[in-house]
Each structure stands twice: as C-alpha cells, then as structure tokens.
C-alpha cells in the first residue's frame, strides 16, 4: 500500500513551487547596474585608488538648489495663476485674514523687505495673499534650506508656489544672502521670517539680523509685519489645517537709522512687530501710548517656566479648547 | 513742472469743448471771435515727505503758538476737531489727509500720555457722517480706538447740554459753540482747505457752532455783502466769521490749528477719467476714444447706476502744503498756498458766462445733487470763483448746463423737498424768503429730530443754499440752464434750453448779438483773478 493511501500517482509533485522559480530566474537574471559594473573601463568609470579621498560633487538641493528659473516669465505666469487662482481663495476659507495698515504702504515706492513674526506654515502663503500689489507679485521667500529644499519635489513646489529662495537657518551663509542682495537689488521684494524659524510655544523668538543686514546692504526699507492667529490653523507639529480668523497688520516702512548696526536694527524691527501686535489685539491708540511708555507687551512672552509662559497666552493659546457640551454623551 | 491756467479765445479752430453735465458731459462749439475760456493750472506738484511734513509742521508751529508735544499733557483734555463730509470733492483716495494728520497728532498725544481725548466731526448744520464716512475720513486704526467708546462722533448743533455760549462780537453776534471744544485744554482743528473759503476762523467758529450762532452770517445780507465769499478780504461772511473768532480766542480757548492744501487732481493723469483733465486740443486718438466710449455709456445708463458710479470714484487729490500754529497766521499761508493752484489771471468782465456743472458739489456727496443744490453750485460756488469783480459783468447771464433732475435724497435732504414744493413755488426771492420762511423750517421739530438722530441736513439748510446764491441773483440779469428739467429750471425761477445754441440766443435778448462769451471751464477748480 503506497503511503498516499493506496491511491497512484497521476504527476509528479515539483520540488520547489513556481514563486520560487520566477525569484531564482530573476535574481539569475544581470540587473543593469551588475552589467554596468562588468564593462571594461573606459566604458564604465575608473575605479577610485585605495587611499586616494574621492571628489564629491555637490549636493544639489538644500542651500545650493538653484531656483533662477523661478523667476522665468513662464514660471512667474503660472505663480500668479497659482497665487490667484487657488491660494488666495484657500486662504480667504481657512484665514479669513482680517487687514490692517495697507495704508501705511501708499508712499512706498520700490522693493521692500517684508519683515513678519512666524508661527505657522500658513504665514507664508496667507502672507503672499494678502501683502499688496505691486509687491504680491514681485516678491520671494526666504525658506529653510533644509526643510524646504531637501529633495526635487518640495525644492521646485517651493520654488514654483512662492517664489522661495534657500536660506540657511543654522549658520551664516554667504550665498543666500548674496543671492537675496542680488534679487533686491534688481527690484524683488523680499519676505523673510526674522526669528528663523516657527515659535515652538505660541510665543515669539528673538529677531535674527538678517532682514535688517540686507535693509542696509540694499538700502532698501523693512515693513514691520504682524501675523496672528495662525497657530491655531496649523500650530508646529500638526499636519491638518483648521479654519480660524487671522490678522494681519502692516507697519510703516523702516529705514535704519544713521550708524545704526543690524542687531540694533533688528531689535528695532522686533519692538515694532510687537506694537503692531499689540495694536492688532487691541486698539491702536493704546497700542502707541504703551509703545511710547516702553510698555509694549513683548511676542517673547514672559521669562518664566513653560506653564507660567502657557498660561499667559490667554486667548493666543494655540491649542484649541473643546467644544462644551450642555449635556453629557450618552450615546445611543 | 506744472503748466498754469490760461484763457484761450476761441477761433474757429478751436476744437469743442467739454461740458460737465451732472453724472454726464456735453461737447459744445463756442461761436469763434467772441468767446474765451478760462482753463485751471495743471495740478501742482505734491509734498515729497507728507509724513515728515507733517511731523515738521506740527513741530514748528506757525504765529503765536507752541509747538504740539508742548501743549500736551497728562490728564488733560484733548479734543481733535476735523472737516466733514464736504471735503475734498470728489472724496479722496484713502489714506485721507485727516487720517495721517490725525494719527502722527495722537501719536503726539500718546506720547505725552494724554487718555481724555474726543475727536469731533465738525460738520456745522451738515448731516451727520455714516460709519464708513467717518472711517474712510480717521482711518480705521482711529475709528476703532475712539468710536466705540464714544469718543469719536459727529458735532450735534442742536444739543443744548453739550453747546456753551462763549460770549458776543461787539456787533452783536451770539458766539456758541461745541461744548467739549470749548472747554478742552486744547482744541486741535484738522482742515482740508479745497477752496479759498475754506480754513482760519471759519473751521472752529462755523464748524463747531450751533444754528443759534450761525444764522448771523448765514443770511441774505451776508452774502451779498460778500463779493466773493472766496476772497476773505472782501467776504461779510469772513468778517463776521473772523470776529467771531476773536470771541474764541479772548475766551481762552486754546486753539491749535492744522491746515492743509491739495493740488486739483481731480480725475487723475491716468485711467478713463483722466480725460476730463486734459485740455480738448491734447486729447490723443485713446482719450478721444475713451471719452466716446463713457459718453455714449453714461448715456445710455439709467440715472442711478450713473450716480454710484460717479459717486464712488476717490479722486487722487495730494497734500501740496500742511501748516499748523495760530489760526490767522496759519491760514495766510494756507490761503497763498491755494491761490497758487487755483488763481487765473482774467483780463475783464464778461457779458455771458458759461459753465457745466458737475456731479458733485459739497452738499451731496453719497447723495443727490437736486435743483436747490445745483443753484447753488452754479451761482454760488463757481459764480463764487472770483477775486476782484465777478467773471460775469452786473446785469449779464449766465448759462450753466445740468440736468436738473426733479429727486431728492429723502434721507439726506428732507427739508429740502419742502422748501422746493413750498417755498419756491411762492417765491424765489433770497429777502422773502427768509422774512417769511426760514424760522419755520429752523425751528421743526421734525426736521430737527432727522438732523440729530438720521442721515439728515439742518432743516434750515436749503435756505442757506438759497442765500449762498443771493449775491449771484442780485448780479446777473438772467439765469439759463442748459438740457435741465424744464418744469424744475423754472421752479428756480431761471430759464430752461435744449442747446446751448438755443442759450445764447436767448441770453441775446439781454445782452445783445454780439456779447462776449467766457466759458469756466471747472472742474478741476480754478479761480478768475478778474482785473
């Protein structure tokens, strides 16, 4: 009696199945770079000497990806088309910015470097909705090489969508500041987040000098920009905007003052964003007699510890309460 | 550098020229060798530095007062008093001039901690000015810190608990003014001075005033003793004004005065309307075709969509000079500073004036410019326009077009609507009319119940219109309009024309076949210096 139960054998059972075959025939099979590798030189490059550092070529992304052809006409049509077609009407829905101090604008002639606090990834977009024509559509961004420029895909969605520029964050480099120089210099308005990055706790940072160095190398103005109630769209660490009403105040162009340094120019633009947001959370003569006291309530928030710096927010609280219910949930 | 007013005399080259006619225009062929018109100067160049202009002005006061962060304080009280509606024509273009003198004043005051501030639309017997008149006039930044909790608002001159009695001219007159004006540690006047009229002692005085005060020189006797109420020198209106002034300024009431002037772009270098401001011979294949292009829409538009229209164009008038200090002192200079825009040289009187008549006078902004109103535009705003003699000699006619339309606003312009049905109807006459008329309407409850509480002028308002052409009336031998509602021409008492051919031919019967023609052509404003 055979062991399957006395039955013959009508086929013979394979060793292996047939997944396993196509894995072996495939892995039998040259890929293209083993073909690559078995071409003799000078079909294939030159193996590099033991002992001998190789040449590395430089990245292209990050603080190097090169983002001229943004400014190509055909680049700048479809940012307008962009800018006006989805982002300002996206904007209206889930900002609804509320503007104050366009008129301060009226007698600027010429680039300006727009100066605003940051708190959100929606400042720059909802910025680029709302600053006024003619800079609207003449303008770039400064933003964070490393987080912006880090692959092709966001380098050149950065660079289409707002006209962005790499700007190194985490040490003074020369070519972004050059090439922000360069674009002013040729009649682009410039938008840059001075405290370098977004507040991590609804609070401010201190204002870096960058805006106010390239205010006195172009001789060009810095307007005081104050953004707020961004956070609560889209605060630092959330992925999923939610609508919320924004404000946005304008300042009066700035000129640095005779041998006044970019620190001190930029502590003057910091001092003038917190009265513009002190006057946007309040009104605008009580805003200027704290401003004229040295009064004004700070963006850096109080010097205390993370609950005491919290709880002072107040209504700037980034984190959105509950809804309250009248009766509990019982559910059904 | 802007080229000056001129007179052109007409020949038989002289291409047609623009008419304004209300919320529309007329192109009209002046007959040759006997015409001539009078063209405005180009606007003059504005202030480079507003901002710093201001600032200066307001650092270096003019005459016997100090400069502004001086006279500030803590604790004190501080009222900012500023021109209504009726300034400028057309409404300017934001920012407006009040809102950045305003705003660089309470900075001043913010920094010398000064927390009792009202600021007060002077608007005199005027209506009283909507939210977004008063907005687009402050600014947003000061309406929202002092409108809502009251402390911005119009003047009331009917209010007796906030109106004090300030003393008597040795003529008599009953000086009374605003209330928190009078009794402030400072009274800060913002002015806009569009015309010669406009500014000095009138701002605070008229401004601020009550119809207790104002009806002593806004009467019949007034203004015809006022030839013209544009040249203060010989204005009975001035004179009155000016001592009332005194009365002010004897009280101790410290009055801190900023005036400013603008240059007359009035439709801009650029854009559709740009074309009115240019001289007809200048107009270039693109003006012409514009011009066409809005004539034949505007005609074609029914009158109110015509009127929105019109209504909401902001005129990009700029800052040509701001001074501050005391109220004479300053307004010398204010006055040479408009002068400079407006005079025009003007060799001898005319037999026949001609002048369109636009959509806007001061009376009707956001609103309707009714028969009453176009009478006094016509006799007493632009016949007005002169300096020495008037432009028309004693005697003479004057033919202006506009349509006339019989509407009112019935909001703005109540009393109006009587004084046209009632008044008119028994008599045209400026004397008759005040002796029998005007206590009645002054002293409605009714109509004085809209002007406190509505959108309403004064119920004694349409008088003063009236009176403002009395002068005009007393002067000229006939009065034609041009295309304007028959039956409401007539009711004015003044002669209705299809063409303006038609006009002159009847303007013959009083000053002969061959009478002399000068046609004002305004806007933008100008002013006849008739030697």
Known sequence: ?332 | MPRPGFVLDVDRSTPPILFHHGEGFRLEKLPADRSRIIYPAEPLEPLDDIEGSIRRALLNPIGDQKPLPELLFPGMRLTIAFDDISLPLPQMKSPDIRQRVIEQVLDHAAAAGVDDVHLIAALALHRRMTEDELRHAVGDRVYEAFAPSGALYNHDAEDPDNLVEVGTTDKGEIVEINKRAAESDLLIYVNINLVAMDGGWKSTAIGLASYKSIKYHHNVHTMRHSTSFMDREKSELHSSTWRMGHVLRDAGINIFQIETTMNNNVFGTEGPMSVLQKREWEWNPRDRATFLAMKAGLDRMPARSKRKVFQSWRAPHQMTSVQAGEVEAVHEITTANVYAQHLVPVEGQTDIMTMGLPYIGPYNVNSILNPILVMCLGLGYFFNLYKGRPLVRQGGVLIMSHPTPWEFHPVHHPSYIDFFEQVLADTTDPKVIEETYEKQFAEDDWYRHLYRTSYAYHGVHPFYMWYWGAHALEHLGRVIVVGGNEKAVRRLGFQPASTLTDALEMASDVVGRDASITHFHNPPVLMADVT
């Open chain 1, 1 to 332: 009696m055979s062991a399957n139960g006395g039955r013959p054998s009508d086929r013979k059972s394979l060793p292996v199945s047939g997944k396993t075959l196509l894995a072996l025939a495939k892995a039998a099979a040259p890929s293209p770079k083993s073909v690559a590798r078995s071409l003799p030189f000078p079909l294939r490059p030159g193996t590099v000497p033991v002992g001998v550092e190789p040449k590395r070529e430089p990245s292209k992304f990050g603080a190097n990806y090169d983002t001229d052809w943004a400014r190509s006409y055909p680049a700048r049509a479809a940012r307008v088309l962009l800018l006006e077609g989805v982002l300002r009407p996206s904007m209206t829905l889930l900002a609804a910015p509320i503007l104050r101090g366009v008129d301060r604008l009226d007698d600027l002639d010429g680039p300006a470097i727009f100066a605003p606090n940051h708190h959100s990834h929606i400042d720059t977009p909802l910025l680029l909705s709302v600053i006024p024509e003619p800079w609207r559509h003449h303008i770039f961004v400064a933003a964070a090489a490393d987080y912006f420029f880090g692959n092709r895909i966001t380098a050149t969605a950065s660079a289409l969508a707002m006209g962005a520029i790499p700007f190194e964050r985490t040490k003074i480099s020369r070519r972004s500041s050059d090439e922000a120089a360069g674009l002013i210099n040729d009649g682009w308005s410039f938008l840059i987040f001075p405290e370098g990055g977004r507040s991590p706790d609804g609070w401010g940072q201190p204002f870096r000098g960058g805006a106010a160095y390239l205010s006195l190398k172009c001789e060009v103005p810095v307007v005081p920009v104050y953004v707020g109630g961004t956070t609560r769209i889209l605060r630092k660490g959330k992925r999923l905007p939610r609508p919320s009403i924004t404000r946005v105040v304008f300042g009066r162009p700035m000129w640095p003052h005779e041998d006044e340094d970019s620190r001190r120019f930029a502590l003057r633009i910091e001092n003038e964003v917190s009265a513009l947001g002190d006057e946007g959370r309040n009104d605008w003569y009580q805003a200027r007699k704290r401003a004229h006291a040295g009064e004004t309530p700070s963006m850096r928030g109080p010097q205390a510890g993370d609950w005491r710096r919290h709880w002072d927010l107040g209504d700037r609280s980034p984190i959105r309460r509950r809804q309250k219910r009248t009766w509990p949930n019982l559910g059904d």
